[in-house]
């Protein structure tokens, strides 16, 4: 056990020591292991797009076991996908690698203003199926959100007593936001915050922009004078919104990018901004194998570095 | 058991001994057993369209022992109808043909643009009639999927603890979809993923068209140069999505056909694609007897080539 | 016990014996004991109509303890009335007459053109009342249907766990229909064979008129020559939904009469067509009781020829 | 115990000896013990119509103590009260009053067509606070009566089966009906019969007014020649709704009254149809303690004459 | 135990030792132990305003520990927060203050014009906490109100079952209310009466203004001659809402103020009115920790005097 996962570990006092030995096993697996950093696979593209639109570019994904396999062999700290995904591989590679279950989802056959997302696993699935954690999604930004927040809490109350971690995936979306405000700023912190005051134990958002959606937030930030020119910084502030830096933060790779230097780039900036981590999904499965094991071996080295 | 039995329940390693002995009694049963094959006998049309659209055409049907007599004399691998319907003869039919529950339905007293299903039976309903699995449906497409999704999924997990097989009727429908897009190949694939995702032992779909009804999936679909010009390179693109071909997914025969050389080039297609059988109702129970057991002798004969 | 009740209860086998007894004690009990025909007297009336209404033509009847004697005396085979009616009788005539508690109800204070029936009793009352039976009704063609067949579904189970017989009245209204179609063949039809989908031990509805709703049935029908002519046709068909005759399908009374040749000749044909007998409420108890006793003699006489 | 008391406990003779001996209690209680009358201070004004509007008259009056004190003083039946009004004087008066727990209520902070009661406290409530027996309210007429019955239906079955009387309050209101119909003879006739089918041990309702809101219940209580022209008539008309008089059946006071002789004119004519008895709380608590004395002094004596 | 403690335990008798145990620690311990005045330290509005509106004015408040350790310094009677905030805390400051669980929250990422707020924590959640009690907010005048006083209740009942003391924050807002009438001296009243009425141990609403919102409550305060001219008179009529002045009610800081002597001038009001202390968040955390262990020194002497 390194000092720095002690460090983190600290953090989480008011855990069971089911929950603190879970977050243990994803900070201390893999190629990352002990550094207190973390890349994450998640496949749920197939609940959320479609498997054509997700599988299709790398037909091996369509098999559930390939991601197993990528996410073993890149050396990740965990592996997250839906019920079907895992219940389809979790016996073939137990104990190979740390699994989150996520447990709500979300189709795109329609095409509303104001999403949720349906609860597609139970905190029993999880322990079924060994996993380490449970993963949620909310949209703060939706007319929906608060029903949203009831049932995550639900589950985390559950999911921590059971001794499983407790990711949030928090996704501004929604008619209460413009299109911009799904990644501004503030909308990020808020969202980050909203994940860790929920009890989250590992929290999900996406790179924040410089933009901010909000009057009064943009008059107390500017009146703070707190710096967001940069990604780093903007990682950095979300980082104190996630309890002053006591909750660990990890960042999507959101969509597929043009080139590796884009995301190498990304990454630098969230590990320097003193982001624990990345969940990446599409920039990894939707290439070949060999690239993506290439393109992983570059992400572990920045945050290893 | 065969050597392809025993592959299929290798795909299920993540369910309990319960799920796999009933997923076998499946598919080991009737003239099929053995192969991997299903044919399947599905009654659930008083309840769908009504006893005189549905039994009207060949009154014997209005007796329920009378579809259980067609089943078990055809040598299909199960029987399926909903609760008052099984309820009418598994005692007296008890031990003969593996019966699977269907637990939700619909009428059509109504015409809405957007339908659910009403859950009409229970697990323990399942259990006490001695079934081998529940069956129910989804509608991917209409604006209550999503508490369709949450209903079906709770049903599973509780079906799967009790060792009950889980088949899931994936019918996309609704006010999101166009006519057309409910049989195109991409929303098919989609709705066989989905019911995959949520744990189905078992998917049904309706054969795919050549349609492809969303944007961003005929890019991936053309972009990957997926061949979907016959039914079955299309019944070969739905195994893909129903987790590279590790789940059984199973075709339904859809409305009553002209000639028996349409349905049977429609099971060849489906064989030859790699779907694993068809569950066919009205081309069966509305002709007589005789006629069924004829036409059902030549499906056998194509599944079992 | 007679041979025609045992061949009833054979239809049964899949109910545990205390559903079967609830029903021998039902076929078995007053003067059509033993015939495989019934009458049951209702009287829900004060509920769904007023007590004014219901009971200012024979103002005995505002009494609960007329009706229970009223049932006792002319020889009925139960007695169906709600909660408060049941608890302000059930003690002083215990064991004189099997008794069926009517758990859900709706008033007239309002007009909705979609309505439902609210549960206003549970099982567990039923039992502590020593009911045989639950009654329940659903509205096929109400926007609101779906909700009412799960609830009627859920207490179905629970009663039928607890050995007490499941009485569906299956009264077709709403939105969806048309004010002919209430009582049109086929949507009676329907609506009795979902009645005995839902777990229905005893279906009642109302005598159907030769109009036919639905285009589709309409062809079905028509093509298949099923005679709907008379209603002692109609009554035939109406059981024939009903698992080919093998449920207990009785008829209510609808409206007043004009005069007792009326009531006597739709017996008749409820009786020739097949039909189990009537469930007859207003006819009777808003008369006198000496004419109630006259009428209910005659009806009697008709069922046990 | 008087014979008067035995008789009207013979007509709850389905319920169990908790409730019979709870109804005895408050019957057996205060200056008209055992004469089967009784007189009710209710104080849930605070709540409906908030605490300046209730107790500014008499200041007293805010203090929870103080309506304790009155009930005793003044040698009611029973007082009743919401949760916290309860909560604040139940152990230091434990004993000297029987106790009715008013478990939903409504604020008037707002003011909408269709209203309803929440939920505000518990049968396990009304067990800790040692009373006797729940209230809660009912609005026949509104839109969301139906969802109204299901609650109170659901807490009757709970306070009954823990030996608890039940009291309804029957108040018709909505936009189901016109202003005048909410105290026509007919809709408080029938406002009492829901209560009394739902099970209610005790039905409080509005006076009457020679209104009828339905043409349905004109034609029959014309046609039956039901006199309804006074207030006793109409009495006697309500309490044959209330199962032929064999349920108690009692009457708010309304309205603050100008004068102690329209309050006295009432009471004698709900005594002389028949009438159980009121609940009467605003004409009683607004005034000084001294004036009330007073009023309940003379009201009592005519309950008792 | 002093006996002004012992005089506000002795408003409490219905409540089980475990609440009254819970209420005396937060009246002993601080430096306001023993006096019967509270001041408390809230600190939800990261979840209510975002973490940048909240904490950016002095960013040492992003860290959870930061507030423990400034009302542990400052010597506050209790600690308020959110789930994520305590969990973040409660183990590294065992014992050392007494906490709130604040169980609901609302973001203002939306602006919707009838709020409510999302449970985001349980009861279980606050023993496991080791909290004295648990907080929760209602809005009286949103068209939502009826929903949120029945979740209220149910935690109320839970937590006090538990021993925990209920803390409500009632705050007058929605559609139902004007602008000003928010903090109307009748709606901050009425608001403060339904807290009670839910059975709330403490009462959190706002410093009253002299408008008056309804009319019938003018008439009635007016006509009785309520004094409500100054801030201190308005606090002794809240006080007289929350039965009597037998209830513990505090009061909110509202808005950041311009000058500590506005503080401090609402302060001596609400102590002279008879108010029980206040709860006092942005007006101390968004300044530096040593102005705000200045301005709550010269709270607590002014509650102390």
Known sequence: MTERVREILS???????????????????????????????????????????????????????????????????????????????????????????????????ADEEDSWQA?????????????????????????????????????AEQAKAAGLAMVIWSYARGSQLSKKGETAIDVIGYAAHIAAQLGATIIKVKPPTEDIEQAAAKKAI????????????????????????????IFSGGAKKDSDADVIDEITAIRDGGGFGSIIGRNCFQRSKKDALELLDKIVKVYGA
Chains 1, 2, 3, 4, 5 share one sequence.
């Open 119 to 155: 609860l597609t696993a139970s905190i029993e699935d999880a322990l079924r199926l060994g996993c380490v954690g449970v993963g949620m999604t909310i949209y703060p930004g939706s007319a929906l959100r608060m029903e949203m927040y009831e049932k995550v809490r639900e589950y």
């Open 11 to 109: 953090w989480y006092k008011s855990e069971n020591p089911g929950v603190l030995t879970n977050l243990a096993r994803m900070l201390n697996h893999g190629r990352l292991g002990g550094t207190g950093r973390m890349v994450i696979l998640p496949v749920d593209q197939g609940w959320e797009h479609g498997p054509a639109r997700s599988f299709a570019p790398n037909p091996e994904g369509f098999n559930p076991h390939y991601h197993f396999q990528l996410a073993i062999e890149s050396g990740c700290n965990a592996y997250a996908a839906p019920l079907g995904f895992l219940e389809a591989g979790a016996a073939d590679f137990a104990g190979e690698i740390p699994l989150i279950l996520k447990a709500n989802n979300h189709d795109s056959l």
């Open 222 to 249: 500017e009146g703070a004078g707190i710096p967001i020119g940069t990604l780093q910084e903007r990682i950095k502030h979300v980082t104190d919104c996630c309890f002053g830096g006591r909750r660990v933060v």
